[in-house]
């Protein structure tokens, strides 16, 4: 069984360029959620995608945006990045069924902003 | 979501247990305790879960009082590899309901 990976490892990108972060879902699992970690914070949740549909949103704006395949694997979109936007994206992943829904994380994708 | 409290900081020998503490006098029937750790910028490590009874596994213990007030995560024999930033975290279970991470406990396990 694959846990949860991310693609890129780390990213450097110039304000106001376009990028998209990528995440595989464990297997089995139908729901990926993003989180936003900025240095010395904690993880702050984006949005989910469950059966590719959005499915919950943070109070991120909307130049962040999202999709889920039908594989389950997901993209992270983010426009017009600006400096704050420099952080440590999670993507984690869960399998809603009979009340379990335990989100793994994988190991992340480092974007700079410059 | 309830919130946690959580100390900022604590330490720990090596060998020895390592005692977390959480408070989440707010919580609600239907609301699961949590616990992810995070060492340095990898992404958080799930550890365990509870409802309301006391919880094992292979990773550590958790231990929740009777009014479900506040538990303490116990890692039994902590290694240096323990040292990260463990998270405290409440939310209702089975809902896809997403995770709201603190500030969290930066343990560090010391030789």
């Known amino acids: 069984e694959t846990g949860v990976t991310q693609s890129p490892t780390h990213l450097i990108k110039t304000r106001g360029q376009q990028v998209t972060l990528r995440c595989s879902s464990q297997?089995?699992?139908?729901?990926v959620s993003w989180y936003q970690q900025a240095l010395g914070q904690g993880p702050q949740f984006i949005f989910q995608?469950?059966?590719?549909?959005?499915?919950g949103r943070g109070n991120f704006p909307p130049r962040f945006s999202g999709l889920q395949f039908p594989n389950y694997s997901s993209e992270l979109n983010v426009n017009a990045l600006e400096l704050d936007d420099s952080a440590l994206y999670l993507c984690?992943?869960?399998?809603?069924?009979?009340?379990?829904?335990?989100?793994?994380f994988g190991p992340g994708t480092r974007l700079t902003v410059l | 979501d309830a919130k946690t409290t959580q100390p900022t900081s604590m330490d720990c020998a090596e060998g020895r247990a390592a005692n977390l503490p959480c408070n989440h006098s707010?919580?609600?029937?239907?609301?699961?305790v949590y616990w992810y750790r995070q060492i340095h910028s990898q992404g958080p490590q799930y550890i365990i879960h509870?409802?309301?009874n006391n919880e094992t596994n292979e990773m550590a213990s958790l231990i929740i009082t009777e009014d479900r007030k506040s538990s303490t995560l116990i890692l039994p024999h902590a290694t240096l590899r323990d040292t990260a930033v463990y998270y405290c975290?409440?939310?209702?279970?089975?809902?896809?309901?997403?995770?709201?991470f603190g500030k969290g406990t930066l343990l560090t396990v010391n030789p």
């Open positions: 707010t919580i609600s029937g239907n609301e699961y």
């Open positions: 975290i409440v939310r209702v279970g089975g809902s896809n309901y997403k995770l709201t």
């Open positions: 509870g409802l309301k």
């Open positions: 297997s089995g699992h139908n729901t």
């Open positions: 995608y469950y059966r590719e549909e959005e499915n």
């Open positions: 984690a992943s869960s399998h809603l069924a009979g009340g379990g829904d335990t989100q793994y």
